[in-house]
């Protein structure tokens, strides 16, 4: 499906899910503010409506409670660039390169910083 055509299509059939997914994920967080899995999830639903500012504070919380979380550094340097933000974005992807022990996340995380021209 083209963009157009699925933007088309979102007009049409709005998602319901997103307002009360985020609702869910606040509820899981107001209870156990530590749910690394509810905050990445939360840092994620942002994303996916283009919140990409209120994505970064969520990625930082997850990283607050897991430095070796390496999908946080990913994905958290992915929306900095989106927000124009590449040194920030830069320095995301070199603690992410210090921290992860895998090497799949490890490639990514250097293959990111290296596109920012590193």
Do not use: C
């Not at 530590?34 to 994620?44: I, N, P, T, V």
């Not at 958290?76 to 390169?97: H, P, V």
């Amino acid at each position: 499906m083209s963009k157009s055509n699925k933007e088309k299509a979102n007009k049409r059939y709005p998602n319901r899910l997103v307002t009360p997914r985020i609702q869910l994920l606040e509820q899981i967080l107001a209870t156990d503010p530590s749910s690394k899995l509810a905050r990445y999830g939360l840092a994620m639903e942002y994303i996916n409506i283009g919140e990409w500012a209120r994505a970064i504070p969520e990625f930082e919380a997850v990283l607050a409670t897991d430095p070796s979380y390496s999908a946080a550094y990913y994905h958290g340097g992915q929306t900095l660039e989106k927000l124009g933000e590449l040194d920030k974005a830069r320095e995301f992807y070199r603690r992410g390169i210090t921290a992860t022990r895998d090497p799949h996340a490890l490639s990514e995380l250097q293959a990111a910083l290296s596109i920012l021209g590193e």
